[in-house]
């Protein structure tokens, strides 16, 4: 008999939002995030955990709360019928709304702890034998802006194992979003943290105490790039935790860059974006439960083409679509930051438009363009922040928090369009020629 505990653990579940930049033919419901909790529900019964532990933000905001409702009721009565019990603590999207759920839902198997923003532990037993304590606290309020661990006070216990659970910002001083130290986490007694809000999965401290976040079950918008799915954490009786990841999301957002070095043409460098990115599909996902891939291509070399993928990499991002065995693959979107096939140190000796560009773009490659061009990098900044501050960004602004640009951001650009306009001016002079 195998007496180690194990817990299948998850996080920013946001049931009711679903990921961005699903193309219009691929979208529905088996790509939302409630598919996924419910694959991750089936997976508990099928390993017969001890317990399932969501880190907070179950619903997505309030005004979802009736289209979250149903699914989460769903994958909870799934769970207490399999005599399966759910820790739960609310997050800063679900303070006001996850309470009200839980005192509706008819569940003897569903615990949720830090009403109020008040430590809460409950020990789970088996055989009448205590097997595991979790601690939990709950954000009462959207923002909370001080250490939850200022009020920690709970006891320490060697019975068994204890487990935090808590919905908050790890090293992030001055964060609104309950902050919290390592320090904090390391000088409690809790064998393992288990944290929600950040969306980026991975383990922050190996070492006892193990803190981890799960990240969202299923990524929700290019940003959260990486496999994506629930976790097993296994403590056997000597408490070495041990925390391996379930990729069931069925949506993947990744990012690669393609060098296209030596392609005459858009359709050249098209049959080396599509090779480079099935042999990643072949060789670094794990596709038992991927649906969807979305790439975003990050194209560099330089190319005779580059000009052309400038003017066309919006229509390659309409039609590069295939699929890879059982997955369909799409291009989120194309970033062109190839250079074109000409010696820029021999173009910069002349004086005329052309040196010029070759001068600024040699110098943002090896140099410092702010001490050499600095009232072009000036105009560049400026219309980057123009374009910043559009009416068409609102509805991203309401949804992440959008960093004003700066002089890396107006860089970029300018070496983007420096580039353009070089090969323009280059093209137009050997048609006259």
Known sequence: MNDALELLYTGDLHLGRHPSRIPDDLDGPKLSPKAVWLSTVQEAIDRDVDAVVIA????????????????FEDGVAQLDEAGIPIVVVAGNHDFDALPDMVDNLDADTLQFLGRDGQWERWTL???????AHFEGWSFSAEHVYDSPLDEYDLPATDDAPQIGVLHADLDSRGSRYAPVLSSELR??????????????????????????????????????????????????ENRDVQAEQVPLASVRYDRISVDVSGADDPQEA?????????????????????????????LTGRTDAHSALVDQHRSMERDLGFREGSVSVRIESIGVD?????????????????????????????GDPREA?????????????????????????????????????AIEHLEQQARVLLDTLLSQKEGKA
């Open 56 to 71: 907070g933000d179950v619903v997505d905001q309030e005004n979802r709360y009736f289209e979250a409702y149903g699914a």
């Open 270 to 298: 098209t049959a080396v974006i599509s090779d480079e990115i099935k042999e990643h599909v072949r060789s670094e996902l794990d596709t038992r439960s991927l649906k969807l891939s979305l790439v975003r291509v990050h």
């Open 373 to 409: 061009y600095g009232d072009v990098v000036d105009d560049s900044l400026g219309a980057v922040r123009q374009a910043h501050s559009a009416n068409a960004y609102n509805p991203l602004r309401r949804e992440t928090e959008l960093e004003d640009p700066d002089d890396d951001d």
């Open 187 to 236: 000088d409690s007694a809790v064998d393992a943290w288990l944290l929600g809000h950040i969306h980026s999965p991975g383990i922050q401290i190996a070492s006892r105490p193990l803190v981890l976040y799960s990240g969202s079950p299923q990524p929700l918008d290019p940003g959260e790039q990486r496999a994506h799915g629930p976790w097993t954490i296994t403590i056997p």
């Open 125 to 131: 037993e088996r055989d009448g034998e205590p097997i």
């Open 338 to 366: 190839t250079r074109p096939a000409i010696d820029l140190e021999d173009l910069a000796e002349g004086d005329n438009a052309a040196a010029f560009l070759a001068g600024l773009l040699l110098e943002i490659e090896d």
